[in-house]
């Protein structure tokens, strides 16, 4: 029996988004990101969980990455059920880390229900 193939860990970039956001969305009630990916792309999934679930089930917050030249976020969008799938907004053409330190900044203030409650 030939040994079990064991699949390339996932590229420092994708991993790094996971490092970046944790401290920034663990606070609002998210797991840490759990990355995945198929060359050229990858994902960084935060889920949160019951928060913000309209029909029961876990809500996620879903980074989505391509490398074509160098790793870039494609889309990032809070997951729940069919209807409650909200695009969040990001400059597609700016650098990585551009990006997640726009994310950043802007991420509590979108999915924080206090600040919602108190905005």
Same mark, same amino acid.
């Given at each position: &029996? @030939?040994? @079990?193939?064991?699949? @390339?860990?996932?590229?420092?970039?994708?991993?790094?988004?996971?490092?970046?956001?944790?401290?920034?969305?663990?606070?609002?009630?998210?797991?840490?990101?759990?990355?995945?990916?198929?060359?050229?792309?990858?994902?960084?999934?935060?889920?949160?969980?019951?928060?913000?679930?309209?029909?029961?089930?876990?809500?996620?917050?879903?980074?989505?990455?391509?490398?074509?030249?160098?790793?870039?976020?494609?889309?990032?969008?809070?997951?729940?059920?069919?209807?409650?799938?909200?695009? &969040?907004?990001?400059?597609?053409?700016?650098?990585?880390?551009?990006?997640?330190?726009?994310?950043?900044?802007?991420? @509590?203030?979108?999915?924080?229900?206090?600040?919602?409650?108190?905005?």
């Amino acid at each position: &029996m @030939p040994p @079990p193939v064991v699949p @390339p860990p996932p590229p420092s970039e994708i991993v790094g988004i996971a490092t970046f956001l944790d401290p920034v969305l663990v606070p609002l009630g998210f797991a840490p990101g759990q990355v995945g990916f198929n060359a050229p792309n990858g994902q960084v999934i935060f889920c949160r969980g019951l928060i913000d679930s309209v029909d029961g089930g876990c809500v996620d917050l879903v980074i989505d990455v391509e490398s074509s030249t160098k790793w870039h976020i494609t889309d990032v969008r809070y997951w729940g059920f069919t209807s409650d799938r909200w695009h &969040m907004e990001f400059d597609k053409d700016a650098a990585l880390p551009e990006q997640l330190v726009h994310l950043s900044q802007t991420l @509590p203030a979108v999915l924080d229900p206090q600040r919602q409650a108190h905005g």
